[in-house]
């Protein structure tokens, strides 16, 4: 007998993440724990961990991203070492892997991080790669590459793409570039130079575009060069709805006619004031138009989240099927920026066998 789309089963389902920041998916313990042997306790607003993980969250949920934003104070805090930064991406794989994720794109930015930026990033992959090998000797085959990104509100972007093309060739996965941070009055067109050298030595691209001037902050992305928008979600603007179909203006028209993958996070686009609430998120509804969508979780502590808790969430509002949730992974790790043929191995081995047989 198929499975039905319910709790236990999303939950067994493999799940492909684009768009996670490894400065917001630290555990709470790991907080406590690093704050405590590096002297930053006192600057913590509690020490009580299910306190913390509500203070992180209401901050995430205030609607304000500079409020948002700030509760990165605490989680880089203790992500100034390299030993601290290989434990963490090393306890997110682990963690991700635990929620039947398959694939998965973890970005961070190594500018904030008090050190070289070849060593932080360093610090990353080994993380990632200590993580992988203990998972397969359990039999849990879990993809893991780094993005890099370069903060929209400094001025090291060009330094940092030219970095990454240097660091590409020395580390495979290190796969992509990014502008994170702030992005109302620093958009891409900020970041030119930055964005003419990574074009220019063909680097994957995504750049962030989840806030206002909304379809224009999405349009100077893609006029960049972005061959994924991170979020996407205000694009809804440009599409109508007339007896429950979707028309599209001009700029939705070219993101769905060339397939550019759009990395939604239902929840995270919700705190912040995207939408009004997940039920109102137009992924699904983008979804069963055809556009190129997935479900992400941007930064997993501040918002409580989880894959599985998002893909549960969207389908108590939408009613997913597993087509949905088969489509969701395929158009993730078929936008993904791993080597093609190590993407259809994961499509081919695990993906699309586990959904044939749960269908």
Known sequence: MALTVDAMSVRAAPKALLHDHLDGGLRVATVLELADRIGWTPQL??????????????????????AYLATFEHTLAVMQTEDNIERIAYEAVHDLAADGVVYAEIRFAPELHDMPLASSTAAVTSGIRRAEAELAGTGHTIVTSVIVCAMRTEHRSAEIARFVDRMREIDDRVVAFDLAGAETGFPPSMHAEALEIARTAHLNITLHASEPPDLELISD??????????????LDRDVSRVDGKLHLGPLARHIYDRGIHLE????CNTQIGAVASVADHPVIPFLRHGFNVGVNTDNRLMSNVSPTGELIALHAAHTLTWDDVHQLVSNAIGSGFAPREVRMGVLRDIVDPWFNAAR
Do not use: E, K, N, Y
């Not at 607003?45 to 500079?66: E, I, K, M, R, V």
């Not at 992305?221 to 205000?234: D, F, N, W, Y």
């Not at 939604?264 to 929840?267: G, I, Q, Y």
């Open 45 to 66: 607003p509690t020490t009580d961990p299910d306190a913390l993980q509500a203070w992180f969250t209401a901050g995430a949920a205030s609607g304000d991203l500079l």
């Open 221 to 234: 992305a893609l006029r960049h060069g972005a061959h994924r928008i991170g979020h996407g979600v205000r």
């Open 264 to 267: 939604m996070a239902p929840t």
